[in-house]
């Protein structure tokens, strides 16, 4: 990526905004291509540095990032089957071209222009260049400098901020499962806190082995041993949270406290355990280890289903369930599945 790219397309305004500021066609495609590297995941570290310095070199190519990066991150939420099929990386009949083409399209206003998404950032380059991340359905561990043994789950981003005061992870996306060193009896025991910021507040370790997950507008907290502090964002409330017990909470509130299941941690051991669960629920849980779309029709999610399955043979389990329910798969492609009623 040269970061010198200065073709003109046809049916362009003549004016582009980013931010309500103009900025020129050339850091525009500027902006494209780099976003069009970095989506291909196979960034060097010395073009991570190029592109961080592409945007520190000035005020216009930051705003050209920050408004094509709003507007990448709302079209990927948005359910087209289109929009998934272009900016996933799963999606192989697309080329990098083609997805270029697109990206371009959306910066001269040609999709979205006039409709209010383009209004919000998204966290969607928080975590594709988080310190620490996993794929989907791959699962890692990390050891600290303190000590500390982290586990990240399936699609999982973590970055790290270490100071004199303090020891804090920032959980981006995902799910993590943390062993301090005093939990692990480790001597001398870090005087500094050690806290998990999520979107939604803070967990501070208490000496303990806990696990945290971050979902849209929730976060899930559940303790393995000893005990944690959380602390929402927008509220004053504390609540330490003691062994054998989880709970979730948002900015504002805390749900009720309920009691550790074994299904809660059965991803630390590769596996989902379903316990009469829904068959709606086990398909959004196998979802997220799995590449692509996987959905489950309305009328077949009531369905229930018990079992311990394996996480990472997901073409496995879904060969098996029209065995054990009246549902069939169909499959559009290898990232396309679709759980309905049999026919």
């Given amino acids: 990526m040269n970061g010198q790219h200065n073709a003109v397309y046809p049916n362009t305004p003549a ?35 190029a592109w961080q310095a592409w945007r520190a070199a000035s005020p216009e190519h930051e705003r050209a990032w920050r408004h094509i990066e709003a507007m990448t991150g709302r079209l990927k939420a948005l359910p087209a089957k289109s929009a998934y099929q272009t900016l996933s990386p799963y999606a192989r009949q697309t ?55 982290v586990t990240l789950n399936t699609a999982t981003a973590l970055d790290l901020q270490f100071d004199a005061q303090t020891r804090l992870l920032h959980l981006r996306a995902g799910e993590i499962m943390i062993v ?26 208490l000496g303990t082995r806990f696990s945290v997950r971050q979902d849209d507008g929730h976060t899930q907290v559940a303790v393995q041993e000893s005990a944690v502090q959380i602390h929402p964002t927008r509220s004053d409330r504390v609540q330490v949270l003691l062994a054998g017990q989880r709970t979730g909470f948002s900015r504002t509130h ?11 941690l059965a991803w630390t051991r590769g596996q989902i355990i379903a316990d009469d669960m829904p068959l709606g629920a086990f398909i959004a849980e196998l979802d997220r280890y799995r590449p692509g779309v996987l959905r489950c029709d ?31 798969v169909r499959t559009r492609s290898r990232y396309w599945v679709l759980i309905e009623q049999a026919g």
Avoid: K, N, Y
């Fill in 15 to 49: 004016r582009l905004l980013a931010e309500g500021q103009p900025i020129s066609a050339a850091v525009a495609d500027q902006a494209v291509e780099w976003l069009t590297l970095l989506m291909s995941g196979a960034t060097s570290a010395q073009e991570q540095l």
């Fill in 95 to 149: 080329t990098q071209a083609s997805r270029r083409t697109l990206l371009r399209s959306l910066f001269w206003g040609g999709l979205l222009a006039g409709s209010g998404l383009l209004a919000s950032r998204t966290s969607t380059w928080q975590e594709q260049l988080a310190e620490h991340r996993t794929g989907t359905g791959e699962q890692r561990r990390v050891t600290l400098s303190d000590g500390t043994h």
């Fill in 180 to 205: 301090t060193a005093a939990a692990q009896g480790l001597q001398p025991v870090d005087p500094r806190p050690l806290e998990v910021q999520t979107a939604q507040g803070r967990i501070r370790a």
């Fill in 298 to 328: 309305p009328h077949v999610a009531g369905l229930r289903l018990s079992g311990v399955f394996p996480v990472h043979d997901s073409d496995r389990i879904l060969a098996t369930l029209p065995s054990v329910l009246p549902v069939q």
């Fill in 254 to 264: 805390i749900d009720p406290l309920r009691p550790l299941h074994e299904a809660d």
